[in-house]
Nanobody, 128 residues
Framework: QEQLVESGGGTVQAGESLRLSCAAS????????MGWFRQAPGKEREFVAA????????SYTDSVKGRFTISRDNAKNTVYLQMNSLKPEDTAVYYC?????????????????????WGQGTQVTVSS
């Protein structure tokens, strides 16, 4: 069964850190780019970060550059999002997603349409 399961969300104060994890099963994880997206109440889902199939290339939205780091462990079929110096505006439901096009990398040009498989989301709340 094809599945992505996120974990690691929670409530923190501004300036603190969280690490999100996303475990994949039933998918060709190691051949596919992975992404993180987020959706705040009343807003559209937005791209946060992406990582290529071997982890050698990454891309980020400008608002998280220097604070968030995406990484992956193909042996564990898991992708991570390390979030440091969190701000109240980072509050959202965070989703991981898999681009099913094997050995493909779109760099800074990813949108939600590029990803076919999605996790259920994990809530991140940052209080001021």
């Amino acid at each position: 069964q094809e599945q992505l399961v996120e974990s690691g969300g929670g409530t923190v104060q501004a300036g603190e850190s969280l690490r999100l994890s996303c475990a994949a099963s039933g998918l060709t994880f190691s051949r596919c780019a992975m992404g993180w997206f987020r959706q705040a109440p009343g807003k559209e889902r937005e791209f946060v970060a992406a990582i290529s199939w071997m982890g050698g290339s990454t891309s980020y939205t400008d608002s998280v550059k220097g604070r968030f780091t995406i990484s992956r462990d193909n042996a564990k079929n898991t992708v991570y999002l390390q979030m440091n110096s969190l701000k109240p505006e980072d509050t959202a439901v965070y989703y991981c997603a898999l681009d099913p096009r094997q050995f493909s990398w779109r760099g800074n040009n990813y949108s939600s349409r590029d990803f076919k498989y999605w996790g259920q989301g994990t809530q991140v709340t940052v209080s001021s």
